[in-house]
């Protein structure tokens, strides 16, 4: 089966903060498929907040999983938020496993598709969805 780009996902930089190294290749190869360009993985919640903090530092939009390693992603997320950066918050988890105050973001369910990556980065970015 062929993947064709979405023009207008197409050449987005996106930050996959994941600490898990099957999920993040699987990240990168659906995110390339669709056009994108991403950057890292970053595994730890100290190291995410470190490239957000780098001068230097531009992307469209992350995608954070909720536990890296034990720690919750939820310090990335307020700096991401912060900055006016849109991100997606990815889990395995039910809604108890992301605290109420970041529910109404857009969230990647683990295990999934392609297609459903595609469907949270447009709510993410605010891009109207595929055809």
């Not at 659906?30 to 950057?39: A, F, I, K, P, S």
């Not at 992350?62 to 990815?90: M, Q, W, Y």
Request: with cysteine; aromatic share 4%; net charge negative.
């Amino acid at each position: 089966m062929t993947v064709h780009p979405a023009a207008d996902l197409s050449g987005r930089r996106v930050l996959v903060v994941e600490d898990e190294a099957l999920v993040s290749m699987l990240l990168e190869d659906m995110l390339e498929d669709l056009g994108c360009q991403v950057l890292g993985p970053v595994m730890r919640v100290s190291d995410a907040l470190a490239a957000l903090a780098e001068p230097d530092a531009r992307f469209d939009v992350a995608i954070l999983d909720v536990n890296l390693g034990g720690e919750r992603c939820f310090t990335v997320a307020e700096a991401l938020r912060a900055r006016g950066t849109p991100f997606i918050l990815s889990t395995g988890y039910d809604d108890g496993g992301i605290d109420e105050g970041w529910r109404d973001r857009p969230i990647l369910r683990k295990p999934f598709l392609s297609s459903q990556l595609e469907d949270v980065l447009r709510q993410a970015l605010g891009v109207a969805p595929g055809v």
